[in-house]
C-alpha cells in the first residue's frame, strides 16, 4: 500500500501484522513515545515471520553476543589508543615546534619521525586487527552464518 507522502512523494508501507510498527519519528509525532526493541511485542523473534524471525533469534543468541563482544573487546581500546597517539602528535606538532624540528639522522627530523610512525601504526594496528579477527572471531562467525542461513532457509518451505 502506498501514501502520499508530499507533492509528488509516495513513501512505500508494506501491510501485515508484522509491518504495523511505527516508522522512525512516527511514534514523536502521535505523542507517544518509541518503545525500545525488547518492550515492543510485535518485533519479538516468535511473532515475527520467517527468516527476519530467525535473524532476530540469531541476534539476541549468546553465540553471537560473544562475537560481538570480541569484537568489541579489540576495536574499542584500538581506537581509543590509535586516536590518543594521532591526537597527541597533532598536539605536540602544534605547540612544540622546537621539540618537532629538533634533527634526528640527516634531514630527519622528529617531526617526520612521528609522522611516518602514524602509518607505520595504521598498518601494525590493521594487521592486529585481521589476525585478531582470523584467531578470535573468524570461524565463530562463520559458524553462526551457516547456522543462520540453514534456519532461513527452513522458514521458506
Not at 68 to 77: E, G, H
Amino acid at each position: 500500500m502506498e501514501k502520499e507522502a508530499g507533492p509528488g512523494i509516495a513513501e512505500t508501507r508494506l501491510d501485515g501484522p508484522w509491518y504495523d510498527v511505527p516508522t522512525r519519528g512516527e511514534g514523536l509525532a502521535t505523542g507517544a513515545p518509541e518503545a525500545p526493541w525488547e518492550d515492543r511485542p510485535e518485533l519479538r523473534a516468535e511473532r515475527v515471520p520467517g527468516a527476519a524471525g530467525v535473524y532476530l533469534e540469531v541476534q539476541r543468541s549468546a553465540a553471537f553476543q560473544e562475537v560481538r563482544r570480541r569484537y568489541r573487546r579489540f576495536v574499542v581500546p584500538a581506537v581509543a589508543a590509535f586516536l590518543l597517539w594521532y591526537l597527541a602528535y597533532v598536539a605536540v606538532a602544534t605547540t612544540a615546534h622546537d621539540l618537532m624540528a629538533r634533527p634526528v639522522a640527516g634531514v630527519l627530523n622528529v617531526a617526520m619521525l612521528a609522522g611516518l610512525g602514524q602509518f607505520l601504526t595504521t598498518f601494525l594496528l590493521t594487521w592486529a586487527y585481521v589476525r585478531h579477527a582470523r584467531l578470535h572471531r573468524d570461524r565463530a562467525a562463520l559458524e553462526l552464518r551457516w547456522d543462520t542461513q540453514e534456519r532461513a532457509r527452513g522458514t521458506e518451505r
